[in-house]
T-cell receptor, first 112, second 115 residues
Framework: GENVEQHPSTLSVQEGDSAVIKCTYS??????FPWYKQELGKRPQLIID?????GEKKDQRIAVTLNKTAKHFSLHITETQPEDSAVYFC???????????FGKGTMLLVSP | NAGVTQTPKFHILKIGQSMTLQCTQD?????MYWYRQDPGMGLKLIYY???????DKGEVPNGYNVSRSTTEDFPLRLELAAPSQTSVYFC??????????????FGEGSRLTVL
């Protein structure tokens, strides 16, 4: 089955810095890659996603890039703010389109 | 619309007891999932369903059972609870559309402690 590796497990940045979280996946047939943000004690919520027919997608301060050849995708957050502090999960939709496999998560801490 | 509703939000169970976590949705989504999230860890898939009457095992199904008699409901049953089942359980749904729709909609979670 699909295997998703996520790095780093924790990331501390100063407010205003950029943050990058990287994921790799194993199933070359996977074609949909979402990113979820989970604040403490809350449910995960989708923040951005990318499909295999594009290499990059942006939404204000967040962007996701995808390299299908290398089977990796990354989340980029620019001008980080304290409210960006949360756990971020990457995921990949399996080739049968029925389940998502999640990475283990990255705890992002943005210090004022 | 309530979205995805899970009950109970919190529960303490004794070792060996059984219980059912309820999940109901009003979005008419075909796909439903149960994930568990251990402290500081990611989401592991327990069971999923692609429609009423169909269920499949995920990554960590042992000690759990599910049923899907209606589109709306997807209860998760814990049999003979063990401390290793202490976790936060999330129910999630996904709309139909196969490869073109991947977004999961999560419930608020059920925090279960087994003592």
């Amino acid at each position: 089955g699909e295997n998703v590796e996520q790095h780093p497990s924790t990331l501390s940045v100063q407010e205003g810095d950029s943050a990058v979280i990287k994921c790799t996946y194993s199933d070359s047939a996977s074609n949909y890659f979402p990113w979820y943000k989970q604040e403490l004690g809350k449910r995960p919520q989708l923040i951005i996603d990318i499909r295999s027919n594009v290499g990059e997608k942006k939404d204000q301060r967040i962007a996701v890039t995808l390299n299908k050849t290398a089977k990796h995708f990354s989340l980029h957050i620019t001008e980080t703010q304290p409210e960006d502090s949360a756990v971020y999960f990457c995921a990949a939709l399996n080739s049968g389109y029925s389940t998502l496999t999640f990475g283990k998560g990255t705890m992002l801490l943005v210090s004022p | 619309n309530a979205g995805v509703t899970q009950t109970p939000k919190f529960h303490i169970l004794k070792i060996g007891q059984s219980m059912t976590l309820q999940c109901t949705q009003d979005m008419n989504h075909n796909y439903m999932y149960w994930y568990r999230q251990d402290p500081g860890m990611g989401l592991k898939l327990i069971y999923y369903s692609v429609g009423a009457g169909i269920t499949d095992k995920g990554e960590v199904p042992n000690g759990y059972n599910v049923s899907r008699s209606t589109t709306e409901d997807f209860p998760l049953r814990l049999e003979l609870a063990a401390p290793s089942q202490t976790s936060v359980y999330f129910c999630a749904t996904r709309p139909p559309g196969g490869r073109n729709t991947g977004e999961l909609f999560f419930g608020e979670g059920s925090r279960l402690t087994v003592l």
